[in-house]
């Protein structure tokens, strides 16, 4: 179902464009796909080290965001997705990145197969980005909010940061939690992808490819 996403998610990419990559398992399958039409492509803009390197390995040149502009689209998966569009993402560890290329699409291509396709977030834990003399004080304002906050063992982000993994929300209004939990001081990035969502969701299933649109 990853690669039949993936390869649904080609149709999405316009040609002789800059395409914002994603990262995780379905990503890589895309990347893989794009590596059959770099020609026609002008190169990619990675969301971390790892598709960076996957895009390079097969002759597709990564480009800065900052010389790319803004980007025609930006192909990625997801831990869990809402019919509205909204999701819960990082759980590659990634969403810093993620969220600025995205931010800097202007359409977000979510690619999941049917078993992230949820009524509401948060049974995947949430996953934020903290500057890591924070970890404390972060960990305690989730405590406040309801969460049950985990260190990611062992992991550092591309960007040199901890993660926070938040078990048992239940996010009822992500895009009121997406903005809570930016304002606590040490959040580099939470993992709530609601204020600016999937345009479009790539929907694999036993049946076949489903394409959905916000509700
Ligand atoms: C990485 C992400 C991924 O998109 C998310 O974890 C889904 O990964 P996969 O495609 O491997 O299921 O947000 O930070």
């Known amino acids: 179902m990853k690669r039949a996403v993936a390869q649904a998610a080609i149709a999405h990419v316009p040609a002789d464009c800059i395409v914002g990559v994603g990262t995780g398992s379905t990503a890589n399958f895309f990347i893989d796909e794009l590596a059959g039409i770099k020609h026609k492509l002008r190169g990619a803009v990675a969301s971390s080290e790892a598709s960076a390197k996957r895009l390079q390995g097969?002759?597709?040149?990564?480009?800065?965001?900052?010389?790319?502009?803004?980007?025609?689209?930006?192909?990625?998966g997801a831990d869990e997705i809402t019919r509205h569009m909204h999701m819960v993402k990082g759980g590659g560890g990634a969403l810093t990145r993620e969220k600025i290329v995205a931010a800097a699409s202007r359409k977000f291509v979510c690619m999941c197969d049917a078993s992230k396709l949820v009524d509401v977030l948060g049974k995947f834990p949430l996953p934020i980005e903290v500057i890591p003399m924070a970890r404390s004080y972060v960990a305690r304002e989730l405590v406040a909010l309801g969460g049950q906050p985990k260190l990611r063992e062992g992991f550092t982000t591309d960007n040199g940061n901890i993660i926070l993994d938040v078990h048992n929300l239940q996010i009822m209004n992500p895009v009121e939690l997406e903005t809570t939990l930016n304002n606590i001081a040490g959040v580099v990035t939470n993992g709530l992808f609601a204020r600016r969502g999937a345009d479009v969701l790539l929907l694999g299933t036993p049946e076949g490819v489903q394409t959905l649109t916000a509700a």
């Not at 040149?61 to 010389?67: A, I």
Request: avoid cysteine; hydrophobic fraction near 40%.
């Open 58 to 76: 097969h002759g597709i040149e990564v480009l800065s965001l900052n010389d790319a502009g803004t980007l025609p689209v930006y192909v990625d």
